[in-house]
DNA sequence: TATTGTTATACTCTATAACTATA
DNA sequence: TATAGTTATAGAGTATAACAATA
């Protein structure tokens, strides 16, 4: 046939210390692994100057553009659990970035809402996970990043 | 309206609870996230008849396939601390898959090699690991999957 | 001095069971 | 009985500091 298959070559490449990791370079879970550890690890010094961890970005987001919602719906919309979760709005709501509002509906649950300061890091913070984002599409190029996203989102499907 | 410009709607995807995400389902970082829970889990599970973590699947093919090398050189080709690495060691020495043999150039590290136990260990890790990566074959398409690995691989670099 | 393996430690993320107060 | 929030707990993965033996 005309064209290679990669992937052979693949099963045989060797790190730079000529370590041969067999299987591993054609495995996308392990390439996957790498690829979010370094990507993490951007975003993370990234928004170090505000102090917020990814996580806690992403449940400020939730939170910003669904005011009202209570611990459960905005846990489940980020795939992390209700108990894993009241760690998490703890702390956000022990920084004032965050208020736990007595639902009027249901009292078992909270209606959760920015503070203004809240606001003002959701803020900052989206404007440096802006610019974190621009660096990987320069990594990856326009096109790069334009496949890249559907194929990780067929993945998690 | 029958179709839609994807690309401005992926910032304000909603889930199907329809909370709005606003720039997460954009970042390749929550992209990357997502889809590495769903396949790591897959990789587990795919693992589990043989009580093998997927870290502790990539020593084993480390060891296959570069007999002597010590702890230091085997978790710097996986990208972990030689400080972590030795819980792993200790724990495929346990289950007798893996032997620390005495160095004969240095006398403070072990050459590390694999049992018999772990061939055969390996050799059916390696087996349902190739059933996983074609199940994700099946989800990516090839040609999804051949884009998919470069740009992972350009992001880690 | 530098390196290999090691211990101790800590922090994050994830996962399960069980409780309380409401519904 | 079911659900929302909570507590306690445990297992991974990852990180740094420090030590003994050896180079």
Redo the contacts with the bound molecule.
């Keep these: 046939m005309a064209f290679q298959h990669h992937d052979q070559q693949d099963a045989a490449r060797e790190t730079s210390a000529g370590v041969n990791l067999g299987p591993l370079p054609a495995s996308v879970c392990f390439a996957l ?1 790498r690829a979010q ?1 370094m990507v993490t ?1 951007d975003l993370v010094r990234t928004l170090q100057p505000l102090n917020l ?4 970005f992403a449940v400020l987001v939730v939170i910003g553009e669904n005011p009202g919602l ?4 905005v ?1 489940a919309a980020l ?12 702390h956000l709501e022990t920084r004032g970035l965050v208020e ?1 509002h007595p ?1 009027k ?6 209606a ?1 809402h920015l503070t203004e300061e809240g606001r003002e890091v959701l803020n900052a913070a989206r404007q440096l996970q802006a610019e974190h984002e621009q660096r990987l599409t320069q990594k990856l190029g326009q096109e790069g990043r334009e496949l890249l996203l559907p194929l990780l989102r067929r993945l998690a499907a």
Tied chains: 1, 2.
């Design positions: 692994r550890h690890d961890r990814p996580t806690y209570n611990q459960s719906e846990s795939g992390i659990q209700r108990t894993n979760f009241v760690t998490i709005i703890d736990r639902s509906e249901d009292r078992r649950s909270y959760l």
